[in-house]
């Protein structure tokens, strides 16, 4: 009767496991979700309610409100600041994929590598899809100070 008690235990922690995997993966999405769309100029303006700790540009930001918008003049260069105006963070992104849908909504994609979480995409609206240029996986991002 013991070994079926332990295997019942093993499976039980396998399943939190498994649940623990699409909770991180929802989270993820819904972040995507919380993002809305500013009616800043030419809609280069993003924000967004990040609820986890992200890396960007090889710098940790914590969860929070930020506001992600395209310079006008180099339109390459996107900064990321706070909901309170603060600069955190000035990022390189080239075009992403074109193929977008002519009513996509505004969001940001994330991607985990190991235990971080990179900001890799950012949706501005239809056609307008910028892909962060991220420094190696393996690098250690730098806790913001």
């Not at 985990?112 to 949706?123: A, D, F, S, W």
């Amino acid at each position: 009767m013991r070994p079926h008690c332990r295997g019942r235990r093993a499976e039980e922690g396998e399943d939190v496991v498994k649940v623990m995997k699409y909770v991180s993966s929802a989270v993820m999405a819904v972040a995507g979700l919380l993002v809305c769309s500013s009616a800043a100029s030419a809609g280069d303006v993003v924000k967004a309610k990040v609820p986890f700790a992200f890396v960007v540009n090889g710098v940790e930001l914590p969860a929070g409100d930020y506001v992600l918008s395209r310079d006008a003049e180099q339109p390459d260069l996107v900064e990321i600041s706070t909901a309170a105006g603060n600069r955190v963070a000035l990022t390189l992104t080239r075009a992403g994929d074109a193929e977008g849908d002519s009513f996509e909504q505004p969001k940001l994609e994330f991607e985990r590598i190991g235990k971080q979480v990179y900001l890799t995409e950012i949706t501005l609206g239809p056609g307008s899809s910028r892909e962060l240029i991220t420094p190696a996986a393996f690098e250690e991002p730098q806790p913001k100070q």
